[in-house]
């Protein structure tokens, strides 16, 4: 078997080549802790605190009302730019409510000048809400969550961020909506290490776009997430649910990912980019370009309803999680359905292949999708209809290739490039150019 032949430096570099980060906790982060759920619904009476710039009614910091904001509190912000790295900690700011612009999040700016680490942090708080700010230039992440349940992050943009534009880590339930996130070398959008639940809580990412990233939406570990009615394009890959040993509860299980659209995710970053391009520890090996759905790893998972075109490497591929140390029991590929979904627009803008497995583990499934042109290997010998069950076809030289496609130098080599359709208001990102900031 191929993983048995690699060294473990170079199956950690093959696992940052395929587009898993190394750890979110690269970064100072609070220590992960079980989610417990609030200690009780506050009763109130429950008060509006104001944040303003000017005025005898209002706190001058946004920290400072939420200092003096009791459970079920909302602190209301003003329109304007806030130079902070607002933190909302522990049991007693449960249910708390901080509010910007809704109609125009825009309008209200958290920068972090390149210096703070993350605009809104919320750790151990439940039913906590943020809504209506724009982050920007923050070192780590716009707006995140840990060691929480029923969290809320609405109409929020997340820009030119150091890691993560918005982000959930070891939380139970959830709500990412109506909200942008672009320019990241991380992920746009992330929800990883979700602890496992007899009676799950699932995960709600809904109407959200992401755009420039290195990776429109990672899920390492994530468990319970529904990802439906979103855009992702122009990022390096598109959306990347995956197993990793450097966080908890691995395999991804039981995610939907539906009537998205995944389109144009051939930003080769390394040739230029906005943001700082962070090297893996094995000095600097690259995350795959031109893919638009990835499953790396993982169990009953759905890929279902989506539009997926124009990504020049791969629409939607599924690989074996071989490099697991730690969770070897979690590598193989098990119940996975990829079927419903709309590849290519018709011929007008196809994919370099519409699909792609490795033929590992089983009861993985595919189709019938629409609009498939080419698939890897070519005769779709790894890839049986749905409904299926028993053991999939493997095929060791479909692995070695996908490997190869990560390991290419020129992250381009591999694509196969079809013209695309024109697309009011948004351009196809393949080499940044300028003009973020």
């Known amino acids: 078997m191929l993983h048995r032949r690699m060294t473990a430096v170079t199956a950690v570099a093959i696992a940052a080549a395929l587009g898993v980060t190394a750890t979110a906790g690269a970064v100072d982060y609070p220590p992960p802790k079980e989610p417990k759920g609030a200690t009780g619904k506050p009763k109130g009476p429950f008060r509006t605190l104001r944040?303003?710039?000017?005025?005898?009614?209002?706190?001058?910091?946004?920290?400072?009302?939420?200092?003096?904001?009791?459970?079920?509190?909302?602190?209301?912000?003003?329109?304007?730019?806030?130079?902070?790295?607002?933190?909302?900690?522990?049991?007693?700011?449960?249910?708390?409510?901080?509010?910007?612009?809704?109609?125009?999040?825009?309008?209200?700016?958290?920068?972090?000048?390149?210096?703070?680490?993350?605009?809104?942090?919320?750790?151990?708080?439940?039913?906590?809400?943020?809504?209506?700010?724009?982050?920007?230039?923050?070192?780590?992440?716009?707006?995140?969550?840990?060691?929480?349940?029923?969290?809320?992050?609405?109409?929020?943009?997340?820009?030119?961020?150091?890691?993560?534009?918005?982000?959930?880590?070891?939380?139970?339930?959830?709500?990412?909506?109506?909200?942008?996130?672009?320019?990241?070398?991380?992920?746009?959008?992330?929800?990883?290490?979700?602890?496992?639940?007899?009676?799950?809580?699932?995960?709600?990412?809904?109407n959200v776009t992401s755009y420039g990233n290195v990776i429109g939406f990672s899920g390492t570990n994530m468990k319970y997430v529904t990802i439906q009615d979103s855009k992702f394009y122009n990022n390096g890959t598109g959306i990347v649910p995956n197993a990793l040993d450097s966080e908890k509860y691995a395999p991804p299980e039981q995610n939907v990912i539906t009537r998205n659209e995944v389109f144009w995710n051939n930003f080769n970053y390394y040739k230029g980019s906005p943001f700082k391009k962070e090297k893996t520890k094995t000095g600097g090996v690259p995350y795959p370009v031109g893919i638009g759905i990835l499953l790396f790893g993982g169990r009953n998972n759905q890929v279902t309803g989506n539009k997926v075109y124009g990504n020049y490497l791969v629409g939607v591929g599924a690989l074996q999680q071989f490099l697991l140390q730690k969770y070897v029991d979690a590598k193989d590929l098990i119940g996975n359905e990829v079927q419903g979904n709309d590849f290519g627009l018709g011929g007008a803008d196809r994919n370099g292949r519409d699909i792609s497995y490795d033929g590992n583990g089983s009861g993985n499934c595919w189709g019938p999708n629409t609009g498939v042109q080419t698939m890897f290997p070519e005769d779709g010998s790894t890839m049986p209809a749905c409904p299926f069950t028993g053991a999939n076809a493997f095929n060791a030289d479909a692995q070695k290739a996908a490997v190869d496609w990560a390991l290419d130098a020129t992250h381009e080599a591999a694509w196969i490039k079809y013209p695309h359709v024109a697309k009011p208001g948004i351009t196809p990102l393949e080499t940044y150019t300028g003009g973020v900031k």
């Open 51 to 206: 944040v303003c710039k000017t005025g005898h009614s209002c706190f001058p910091r946004i920290q400072d009302a939420v200092n003096e904001a009791r459970a079920g509190d909302t602190v209301k912000v003003d329109n304007g730019t806030w130079k902070e790295a607002v933190r909302i900690i522990g049991a007693k700011k449960r249910y708390l409510k901080l509010v910007g612009n809704n109609k125009n999040p825009n309008k209200v700016v958290l920068e972090g000048s390149g210096k703070k680490a993350n605009g809104v942090l919320v750790n151990g708080a439940d039913k906590v809400t943020i809504s209506g700010f724009r982050a920007q230039h923050y070192r780590s992440n716009g707006f995140f969550v840990t060691n929480a349940s029923d969290y809320k992050m609405t109409r929020l943009v997340a820009w030119l961020g150091g890691v993560y534009g918005i982000y959930a880590f070891n939380t139970k339930g959830g709500e990412i909506s109506n909200s942008e996130a672009a320019w990241h070398n991380d992920a746009g959008f992330y929800i990883g290490q979700t602890p496992p639940q007899s009676r799950p809580k699932r995960s709600i990412v809904k």
